[in-house]
């Protein structure tokens, strides 16, 4: 059973700083492409970052260009997301997605292109 596991949000300020991390286990193949989601309160669920399984490809929101990065660790299974300069808008609970059947394309901003997710970590930025 294919399990990931979010963990590194918390509460900061406005212009800190969180590193989020994503740990899967249960891989019997390897995975595709991995990303990152987020969904405030009274809100839909929005694509914030994607990255291709080698890594050498990246995507991103507009909302969040130039602040936050996303890796990898194909080795340990593990997703990163690391956010500079937060905002209040920020705030959210984020969460990570694992695709065994895409790899790369604009389709990895939308929710169908995974097939499991985490349970989510909350992250609050306060003005």
């Known amino acids: 059973q294919v399990q990931l596991v979010e963990s590194g949000g918390g509460s900061v300020q406005a212009g800190g700083s969180l590193r989020l991390s994503c740990a899967g286990s249960?891989?019997?193949?390897?995975?595709?492409?991995m990303g990152w989601f987020r969904q405030a309160p009274g809100k839909e669920r929005e694509f914030v970052a994607a990255?291709?399984?080698?890594?050498?490809?990246?995507y991103f929101a507009d909302s969040v260009k130039g602040r936050f990065t996303i890796s990898r660790d194909n080795a340990k299974i593990t997703l990163f997301l690391q956010m500079n300069s937060l905002k209040p808008e920020d705030t959210a609970d984020y969460y990570c997605?694992?695709?065994?059947?895409?790899?790369?394309?604009?389709?990895?901003?939308?929710?169908?292109?995974?097939?499991?997710w985490g349970l989510g970590t909350q992250v609050t930025v306060s003005s």
């Open positions: 997605a694992l695709s065994f059947r895409i790899n790369s394309g604009p389709l990895l901003t939308t929710t169908k292109a995974y097939d499991y």
């Open positions: 249960g891989l019997t193949v390897s995975a595709n492409a």
């Open positions: 990255i291709t399984r080698s890594g050498d490809n990246t």
